[in-house]
């Protein structure tokens, strides 16, 4: 008997799980998950269940018979229900109340748009400490009451949700530290400054491909607003100004800071992004990515002082007059051409002689490969030496012997000579030059 349409689309939680562990259809899962439980992990009708649990894009629509959950899910921490078709946040918290042990949720991209969640059903999420809701467009109320009642709450990601603006709640979330609100038009200072009056343990916020125009705030403020925060990611914002970017030394416990791809670096080449940025930034050991070393840091520091110095007083950053007080005023770096020379040599292949430029990188190798081409030389192979003019006389030509060793090791000038001579002419000795 075929299934209904009804059927088709209804997949519960329970029946997914039972599907997904059967060892009948996943025999490897046994062995396994077995590995991964606690000595005590609850068995049923079969099923080892692991208490890190994947279901993503697994058309779940319900939960499913509670006692079910229950007896599968005692031991479950990490539950990841993204990519789902659960509408309905009752049947989301039927399966959270059953697993008492849960501290990770990810509901990403679930259809919950416009579905609030009943502050009086929120007791059920009590335990969690990560808590992923990307891509799903709830709104901030429904944060807020989810928050409110997540004492333990950790980590919290709000990207992709079409944010706009921030509605600040009265009520703080103590613990969070690690905010994830990227892909959001957060475009203004003053919506992220709300986060800061939220979530006041703060120690990593991220707002990549927000569009975040400028750092508009008092130092004052800004040490009020996230006093814990060490880590600040702004890639691919709008910030097109020096002065934001120096408030951030006001954020008193900042270490690291990621600003790929803002329209403000865009005038500079690389190495000079990285110098002024980590020249303005004393207190910053991490920048994207990258660990600043006292070296680095010194370096930056004087390229900063050289970069601004020809500027008019009233054009001097003031940063400028904290690192000469340091350094004092340095003079402009000698114009060094680091163009590698490539000297011209006379080579002589019997009566003929051509005028070679020849590159010192390349090994003796690669020079008998381009003398053959260039005087049609025979396959049986030549032999090379060299003809320092000024030391010929005194100590003869010296053989090129070993193919792998490089011709700038020989001290090679303009107007010295190599001689190519066929490896079937007897051997040469310093009365044939």
């Given at each position: 008997m075929?299934?209904?349409s009804?059927?088709?689309?209804?997949?519960?939680?329970?029946?997914?799980?039972?599907e997904k562990?059967?060892?009948?259809?996943y025999p490897y899962?046994?062995?396994?998950?077995?590995?991964?439980?606690?000595?005590l992990?609850?068995v049923?009708?079969g099923?080892?269940?692991?208490?890190f649990?994947?279901l993503d894009?697994?058309?779940?629509?319900k939960?499913?018979?509670?006692s079910?959950?229950?007896?599968?899910?005692a031991?479950?921490k990490?539950l990841?229900?993204s990519n789902?078709?659960?509408?309905?946040?009752?049947?989301?918290?039927?399966?959270?109340?059953n697993i008492?042990?849960?501290?990770?949720l990810?509901?990403?991209?679930n259809?919950l748009?416009?579905?609030?969640l009943?502050?009086?059903?929120?007791?059920?999420?009590?335990?969690?400490?990560?808590?992923?809701?990307n891509?799903?467009h709830i709104?901030?109320?429904?944060?807020?009451t989810?928050t409110?009642?997540?004492?333990?709450?950790?980590?919290?990601?709000l990207c992709?949700?079409g944010?706009?603006t921030v509605?600040?709640?009265?009520?703080?979330?103590?613990?969070?530290?690690?905010?994830?609100i990227s892909?959001?038009?957060?475009?203004?200072?003053a919506?992220?400054?709300?986060?800061?009056?939220?979530y006041?343990?703060?120690?990593?916020?991220?707002?990549i491909?927000?569009g975040?125009?400028?750092?508009d705030?008092t130092?004052?403020?800004?040490?009020?607003?996230?006093p814990?925060l060490?880590?600040?990611n702004?890639k691919n914002?709008a910030?097109?100004?020096w002065e934001d970017?120096?408030?951030?030394?006001f954020l008193?416990k900042?270490k690291?800071?990621?600003?790929?791809?803002?329209?403000?670096?865009?005038?500079?080449t690389?190495q000079?992004?990285?110098?002024?940025?980590?020249?303005?930034l004393p207190?910053?050991?991490?920048?994207?990515?990258a660990p600043?070393?006292?070296?680095?840091?010194?370096?930056?520091?004087?390229?900063f002082?050289?970069y601004y110095?020809?500027?008019?007083?009233?054009?001097?950053?003031?940063?400028?007059?904290?690192?000469?007080?340091?350094?004092?005023?340095?003079?402009?770096?000698?114009?060094?051409?680091l163009?590698?020379?490539?000297?011209m040599?006379?080579?002589r292949f019997?009566?003929?002689?051509e005028v070679?430029?020849?590159r010192?990188?390349?090994?003796?190798?690669?020079?008998?490969?381009?003398?053959?081409?260039?005087?049609?030389?025979?396959n049986?192979?030549?032999?090379?030496?060299?003809?320092?003019?000024?030391?010929?006389?005194?100590?003869?030509?010296?053989e090129?012997?070993?193919?792998?060793?490089a011709?700038h090791s020989y001290?090679i000038?303009?107007?010295d000579?190599?001689?190519?001579?066929p490896?079937?002419?007897?051997?040469?000795?310093?009365s044939?030059f």
């Amino acid at each position: 008997m075929e299934s209904s349409s009804d059927e088709k689309e209804t997949r519960t939680f329970v029946q997914v799980i039972t599907e997904k562990y059967d060892p009948e259809y996943y025999p490897y899962c046994l062995g396994i998950a077995v590995l991964s439980l606690p000595p005590l992990s609850p068995v049923k009708d079969g099923l080892f269940l692991p208490n890190f649990i994947i279901l993503d894009h697994c058309g779940i629509t319900k939960a499913g018979d509670r006692s079910d959950i229950a007896a599968f899910c005692a031991h479950v921490k990490y539950l990841d229900l993204s990519n789902n078709q659960l509408n309905d946040w009752a049947e989301i918290c039927t399966i959270v109340s059953n697993i008492p042990h849960l501290n990770f949720l990810n509901l990403s991209t679930n259809p919950l748009r416009n579905v609030e969640l009943e502050p009086s059903m929120a007791h059920v999420f009590s335990g969690l400490r990560k808590l992923v809701l990307n891509n799903m467009h709830i709104s901030w109320d429904t944060v807020h009451t989810l928050t409110q009642h997540t004492p333990e709450l950790e980590e919290l990601f709000l990207c992709l949700n079409g944010y706009g603006t921030v509605s600040e709640s009265h009520a703080t979330c103590p613990l969070l530290r690690l905010l994830y609100i990227s892909d959001n038009p957060l475009h203004k200072w003053a919506e992220v400054r709300k986060l800061g009056r939220m979530y006041p343990s703060l120690c990593t916020l991220v707002m990549i491909n927000n569009g975040l125009e400028s750092v508009d705030d008092t130092q004052e403020a800004l040490q009020h607003l996230f006093p814990e925060l060490q880590t600040i990611n702004l890639k691919n914002s709008a910030i097109s100004k020096w002065e934001d970017i120096d408030r951030l030394n006001f954020l008193p416990k900042l270490k690291e800071v990621k600003a790929i791809g803002i329209p403000l670096l865009q005038q500079y080449t690389r190495q000079e992004r990285h110098s002024l940025f980590v020249a303005r930034l004393p207190s910053v050991t991490v920048l994207n990515g990258a660990p600043i070393t006292d070296k680095d840091r010194e370096d930056s520091e004087r390229f900063f002082i050289r970069y601004y110095q020809n500027l008019p007083e009233q054009e001097l950053p003031q940063r400028y007059h904290t690192l000469v007080s340091k350094y004092g005023h340095l003079e402009p770096l000698a114009d060094i051409d680091l163009t590698p020379h490539i000297p011209m040599v006379n080579v002589r292949f019997g009566e003929r002689v051509e005028v070679v430029s020849l590159r010192l990188d390349q090994t003796v190798s690669d020079l008998k490969k381009k003398l053959k081409a260039l005087l049609q030389l025979p396959n049986k192979g030549v032999r090379l030496f060299y003809i320092n003019q000024e030391d010929c006389s005194v100590f003869g030509p010296e053989e090129l012997k070993f193919s792998s060793r490089a011709l700038h090791s020989y001290g090679i000038q303009d107007g010295d000579e190599i001689l190519v001579v066929p490896k079937d002419k007897s051997r040469c000795s310093s009365s044939n030059f």
